[in-house]
């Protein structure tokens, strides 16, 4: 549809989209439910889209007392994860007439500060992506509603909490290896104090303990190739027999297991099976290619945006993890006769 010279109205959107102005103000007001249908309300907002229309949100927002904007802290913007969080919930938010503004917090997991004169008067919302509900405090203080990503569910003082099923992650990691033959693991674990990596953790000693014969040993390193490098360097030159698989945190520490693994003259999946856990664009950048658990970093930002609206109109927000699926790639094979 071509868009107009001048400035499109609602009345131009309403005579694209077939329906009354006032049904266009509800739909991009965002107060269309039970009011106009699905159908309808996609088509406006398509209509909106085509033109290039955008409300007069500054005039509305005086008179309603709200700013239809949305604050997501994430512990920083080095992780393509957060940046598909981030993705998903903008893609959300501008269907709602919302914005979304980025913070990587200063303090990565740790306590965020405002970064507003006063947040409470700038925002109608506060999303906070893998970090303890109690870091945001400063921001959001006990007014604003909170919507917790990749956190912990119990006792949150958040108003829901979006998670991905990290548990069924990494049982289909533990069930893959144990399949193939494997018993003699090394947990690369993520050195970060984060709930999250805890569940990592609880599950692949839950799942290696019901295999008799089966042993795991546990390394912490920073998230950062570099440092699982040194990690795992050390710990291969430490006497015994070498594990036969390694089950990493996250893509990083797998890359840093795969140097390490091959700096020591050993082979990937030859000698040592390598699993990740993210599968972010790494993943198939190194060779072999990784098999690790692919997370939809998108589908955690829209869920998590969807859960504050619902929150916002007094909606119960949906419950239930997001699917994870194990994607199976070069880096595992059954352990050598050696």
């Given at each position: 549809?071509?868009?107009?010279?001048?400035?499109?109205?609602?009345?131009?959107?309403?005579?694209?989209?077939?329906?009354?102005?006032?049904?266009?103000?509800?739909?991009?007001?965002?107060?269309?439910?039970?009011?106009?249908?699905?159908?309808?309300?996609?088509?406006?907002?398509?209509?909106?889209?085509?033109?290039?229309?955008?409300?007069?949100?500054?005039?509305?927002?005086?008179?309603?007392?709200?700013?239809?904007?949305?604050?997501?802290?994430?512990?920083?913007?080095?992780?393509?994860?957060?940046?598909?969080?981030?993705?998903?919930?903008?893609?959300?938010?501008?269907?709602?007439?919302?914005?979304?503004?980025?913070?990587?917090?200063?303090?990565?997991?740790?306590?965020?500060?405002?970064?507003?004169?006063?947040?409470?008067?700038?925002?109608?919302?506060?999303?906070?992506?893998?970090?303890?509900?109690?870091?945001?405090?400063?921001?959001?203080?006990?007014?604003?509603?909170?919507?917790?990503?990749?956190?912990?569910?119990?006792?949150?003082?958040?108003?829901?909490?979006?998670?991905?099923?990290?548990?069924?992650?990494?049982?289909?990691?533990?069930?893959?290896?144990?399949?193939?033959?494997?018993?003699?693991?090394?947990?690369?674990?993520?050195?970060?104090?984060?709930?999250?990596?805890?569940?990592?953790?609880?599950?692949?000693?839950?799942?290696?303990?019901?295999?008799?014969?089966?042993?795991?040993?546990?390394?912490?390193?920073?998230?950062?190739?570099?440092?699982?490098?040194?990690?795992?360097?050390?710990?291969?030159?430490?006497?015994?027999?070498?594990?036969?698989?390694?089950v990493c945190d996250d893509d990083k520490l797998a890359a840093g297991a795969y140097k390490a693994i091959r700096r020591l003259g050993l082979r990937v999946p030859d000698d040592i099976s390598v699993t990740g856990l993210d599968d972010l664009a790494l993943a198939t950048a190194i060779d072999p290619e990784l098999t690790t658990v692919?997370?939809?970093?998108?589908?955690?930002?829209?869920?998590?945006?969807?859960?504050?609206?619902?929150?916002?109109?007094?909606?119960?927000?949906?419950?239930?993890?997001?699917?994870?699926?194990?994607?199976?790639?070069?880096?595992?094979?059954p352990p050598s006769a050696s």
């Amino acid at each position: 549809m071509a868009r107009s010279s001048t400035r499109p109205t609602s009345r131009d959107v309403a005579q694209a989209a077939g329906v009354s102005q006032a049904a266009v103000s509800l739909v991009l007001g965002d107060k269309w439910r039970g009011r106009v249908s699905e159908t309808t309300a996609q088509r406006v907002r398509q209509a909106a889209r085509d033109l290039g229309y955008r409300p007069n949100l500054a005039a509305r927002n005086l008179r309603l007392g709200h700013t239809r904007t949305v604050l997501l802290v994430v512990p920083a913007l080095t992780n393509e994860f957060f940046a598909g969080v981030y993705t998903g919930a903008a893609r959300v938010a501008a269907d709602h007439g919302f914005g979304v503004v980025l913070y990587p917090s200063p303090a990565g997991i740790g306590p965020a500060r405002d970064p507003f004169a006063s947040a409470q008067a700038a925002l109608d919302g506060v999303i906070a992506s893998s970090m303890a509900a109690d870091a945001v405090d400063e921001i959001r203080g006990d007014q604003l509603p909170l919507v917790m990503l990749d956190s912990d569910p119990d006792g949150s003082p958040g108003a829901a909490t979006v998670n991905l099923d990290i548990t069924d992650g990494v049982r289909q990691i533990a069930e893959h290896l144990l399949t193939l033959g494997h018993r003699r693991f090394l947990h690369v674990a993520a050195d970060v104090a984060s709930w999250t990596f805890d569940v990592r953790a609880r599950e692949l000693a839950a799942r290696t303990a019901a295999v008799p014969g089966t042993s795991v040993r546990t390394i912490h390193a920073p998230l950062s190739i570099e440092a699982a490098l040194t990690a795992v360097e050390a710990a291969l030159a430490q006497p015994g027999p070498h594990p036969t698989a390694m089950v990493c945190d996250d893509d990083k520490l797998a890359a840093g297991a795969y140097k390490a693994i091959r700096r020591l003259g050993l082979r990937v999946p030859d000698d040592i099976s390598v699993t990740g856990l993210d599968d972010l664009a790494l993943a198939t950048a190194i060779d072999p290619e990784l098999t690790t658990v692919r997370l939809d970093a998108e589908a955690v930002g829209e869920r998590g945006m969807q859960a504050l609206l619902a929150v916002l109109e007094g909606r119960t927000p949906d419950a239930g993890d997001i699917p994870v699926e194990l994607v199976v790639r070069g880096s595992t094979a059954p352990p050598s006769a050696s």
